[in-house]
C-alpha cells in the first residue's frame, strides 16, 4: 500500500512564479466560463498588476510571499500573503497593538499579512479549489502560521475575510475581530426613483437637493468601462489619485504604473466615472471595481471643489450604475458615517489574528471580546438612525 500523498505549502517571491491558470482556479473558479470572478482583487491579474507596478516589493512594506499548497503537484489552495513592515494600507487597524508591545520591549514588525494590498473590501483570503475548502484552508491556516513562527514574527493577520472564513478560523484557534462599513443593497427597487421611494421623505428631498447642485456644475458625467477607458483618461485619474493619497496617506500607495497596468489587463473589471467640463476635461473622477454581484467603489478624486460632486460620482451613480446592470450591492469603501443618509447601512466585516507572545495574545483576546460587542451595539444604533421609511404608512 502507498502512502496517501501529502500537501506541500510552499511561499514564493513573485506571482509570475505561479501559473495564473492554477491560481484563478482557486481564486475565481465561477469565472472559468469567461464570467465575472465575485470580486476582481485576489485574481492572478490584479495582483500582478499590484506587484509588477511596484505599488508592492522592495520599499513598499509589503513583501510579496504568496503561498500554494499542493496536492500530487496540483494547486488546491493559494493565499496573497505579506510581510509587512508597518500597518498602511490595510484598513483594520493594529497601530495601538504595535505601540503596545512595543512599549512592553517587543517588536511588531515585520509581520504577516493574508490581504489584498490598499483594498477594504470583503471576499475569499484561502482560495481553494471547489471541494478543497477544508483541507486547503487548514493547510493555508497551519503553513502561514508556520511561516510567521519559524521566523519569530510577532504575529498573522488575514483581513476582510468572508464570514465563513472568520468562524472557520475561530475553530482552527485564530483571534476574530469583527469592524463595520456602509453599504448599499438593492431591495428590488428597479431604479433609482424606486430608492428614493423607499426612503423617508426629508432624506428624499436631500439627496434629490444635492444631485441637482452636483450636476450643476455645468458639464457632464460618463461611465467607461473596457475599451471606453483610454490612456488620457488614466493620466486624469492619476492627477485625482494623487491629490487625494496625498491628503489622506501622506503618498499614494498606488505607483503610476498600475495605472498602466490597469488599462492593459483590468480595464474589463473598471468603471471609471469621469465629471468633464464643458470642454470635456475631467475635473473628477471615481473609480469602482465590477464584481459578478457587487460594485466596489475604490478611489475618488478631483482638480475642482464642485458641492455634493462627490456624494454624486461615488454613491448616486455607483446606485444608478448598480441598478441599470443587475448588481446586488455597492461596497463604497471604509468608514464614513456620512453615507448611512445616503442609504449605505452598517453591515459587518471581519478579520482573523494569530499573536505568537501568549500574554500578548490574552490582552489582544480580551480587547477584541470588548470590540465586538461594541461594534455589534453600534451597528444595531446605526440601523436604527436609517434613512428609510419606518413604516409603509409614512407621507411621500
Request: aromatic fraction near 12%.
Amino acid at each position: 500500500m502507498t502512502d496517501a500523498p501529502q500537501i506541500e505549502i510552499a511561499a514564493h517571491r513573485s506571482l509570475a512564479d505561479i501559473d495564473p491558470a492554477e491560481w484563478d482556479a482557486c481564486a475565481c473558479p465561477e469565472a472559468a466560463d469567461g464570467g465575472r470572478p465575485h470580486d476582481p482583487f485576489t485574481t492572478h491579474r490584479f495582483l500582478m498588476a499590484l506587484e509588477a507596478s511596484g505599488s508592492v516589493g522592495p520599499g513598499t512594506g509589503w513583501e510579496p510571499h504568496y503561498l500554494t499548497a499542493r496536492l500530487g503537484g496540483r494547486i488546491v489552495a493559494c493565499a496573497p500573503l505579506y510581510a509587512k513592515g508597518h500597518s498602511q494600507g490595510e484598513y483594520v487597524f493594529d497601530h495601538a497593538w504595535a505601540h503596545a508591545l512595543e512599549q512592553a520591549g517587543g517588536e511588531y514588525y515585520p509581520k504577516l499579512q493574508v490581504a489584498v494590498p490598499f483594498t477594504p473590501a470583503t471576499g475569499r483570503r484561502f482560495l481553494c479549489l471547489p471541494g478543497c475548502e477544508e483541507m486547503g484552508r487548514a493547510a493555508l491556516v497551519e503553513g502561514a502560521v508556520r511561516l510567521a513562527d519559524g521566523n519569530d514574527l510577532s504575529s498573522l493577520h488575514v483581513t476582510f475575510c468572508t464570514a465563513a472564513e472568520a468562524e472557520a478560523g475561530a475553530e482552527m484557534g485564530l483571534l476574530r475581530r469583527t469592524g463595520q462599513q456602509f453599504h448599499w443593497f438593492d431591495e428590488e427597487y428597479g431604479d433609482f426613483e424606486g430608492f428614493l421611494a423607499s426612503l423617508s421623505s426629508r432624506k428624499r428631498k436631500n439627496i434629490r437637493k444635492e444631485r441637482r447642485e452636483a450636476q450643476a456644475f455645468g458639464g457632464r458625467i460618463v461611465h467607461l468601462t473596457g475599451d471606453e477607458i483610454t490612456e488620457e483618461h488614466w493620466e486624469a485619474f492619476w492627477t485625482f489619485y494623487q491629490d487625494t493619497g496625498a491628503r489622506k496617506w501622506g503618498r499614494p500607495y498606488l505607483t503610476r504604473d498600475f495605472f498602466r497596468q490597469a488599462q492593459a489587463h483590468l480595464r474589463d473589471d473598471i468603471l471609471l466615472i469621469l465629471a468633464l467640463d464643458e470642454a470635456d476635461r475631467p475635473i473628477a473622477g471615481a473609480l469602482n471595481l465590477i464584481g459578478r454581484e457587487v460594485l466596489y467603489g475604490r478611489y475618488w478624486g478631483c482638480v475642482e471643489d464642485v458641492p455634493f460632486l462627490h456624494f454624486e460620482l461615488c454613491y448616486y451613480q455607483a446606485i444608478d450604475w448598480a441598478l441599470a446592470h443587475g448588481l446586488a450591492r455597492v461596497e463604497a469603501g471604509a468608514q464614513g458615517e456620512h453615507k448611512l443618509a445616503r442609504g449605505y447601512m452598517p453591515h459587518p466585516v471581519h478579520s482573523l489574528h494569530w499573536i505568537a507572545d501568549p500574554g500578548f495574545r490574552r490582552a489582544v483576546e480580551q480587547f477584541l471580546d470588548a470590540e465586538r460587542r461594541a461594534v455589534d451595539e453600534e451597528i444595531e444604533v446605526l440601523t436604527s438612525f436609517g434613512p428609510f421609511r419606518k413604516t409603509k404608512g409614512e407621507s411621500e
